[in-house]
């Protein structure tokens, strides 16, 4: 089975500008979830998505926003870009619904420079 | 609301010494226990999870954890560590209401020869 894929792998982008990045799960699993990834915050939730809803948010501006589409891809948006949003961003599938024990599978992230 | 403490955020090592990484977590119910391990320009892997029954779980790569519930703890330990473990370890916690993990901010393992 094809793991997650993230694409771009590398993007350079200037304040103000928007970005959309794209995740396509491993076949099967319908969650998606995207996480940032800085040095100095570690790994911090953005949101997860399931069957094409929002079902959890994490604590970032609606600057950041994603949608799923109904073959389970996921794309994330940022508009009006900051400094601040340059990091990794890490898309993770999962198999089940609502279940904490599944394991997460990472791809291997968009890495974000905002000039 | 669930945390997890990783205490060390770098782990300097020799080649074939034992290493432990040390996590902490807090939570009021029932918790799922999940080491995963990045290595440079990678996403995250699964490396173990504890979900139920024995404490003890292991990898295929020689790693292994211990869930102890009286310390809420859930250290990663190897006895003897390559130049290919080095790499950033992240503990997390799932359950408790919420089927998102939680992560903790990283232990940046450094194997030197």
């Known amino acids: 089975k094809a793991g997650v894929t993230q694409t771009p792998r590398y993007l350079i982008k200037t304040r103000g500008q928007q970005v959309t990045l794209s995740c396509s799960p491993i076949s099967g699993h319908r969650s998606v979830s995207w996480y940032q990834q800085t040095p100095g915050q570690g790994l911090q939730f953005l949101f997860e998505y399931f069957s094409e809803t929002q079902r959890n948010k994490g604590n970032f501006p609606g600057r950041f926003s994603g949608r799923q589409f109904s073959n389970s891809r996921s794309e994330m948006n940022v508009s009006t870009l900051e400094l601040g949003d340059s990091a990794l961003y890490l898309c993770?599938?999962?198999?089940?619904?609502?279940?904490?024990?599944?394991?997460?599978?990472f791809g291997p992230g968009t890495r974000l420079t905002v000039l | 609301a669930q945390s997890v403490t990783q205490l060390d955020s770098q782990v300097p090592v020799f080649e074939e010494a034992p290493v432990e990484l040390r996590c902490n977590y807090s939570s009021s119910v029932s918790v799922y226990l999940f080491w995963y391990v990045q290595y440079p320009n990678q996403g995250l892997q699964l490396l173990l999870k504890?979900?139920?029954?024995?404490?003890l779980v292991e990898s295929i790569n020689g790693f292994e954890a211990e869930f102890n519930k009286s310390q809420t703890s859930f250290h990663l330990r190897k006895p003897s560590v390559h130049i290919s473990d080095t790499a950033e370890y992240f503990c997390?916690?799932?359950?408790?209401?919420?089927?998102?993990?939680?992560f903790g901010r990283g232990t940046s393992l450094i194997v030197h020869p």
């Open positions: 993770a599938s999962s198999l089940a619904e609502g279940r904490a024990a599944d394991t997460q599978y």
């Open positions: 504890y979900l139920s029954g024995s404490t």
């Open positions: 997390a916690v799932g359950g408790g209401g919420s089927y998102i993990p939680t």
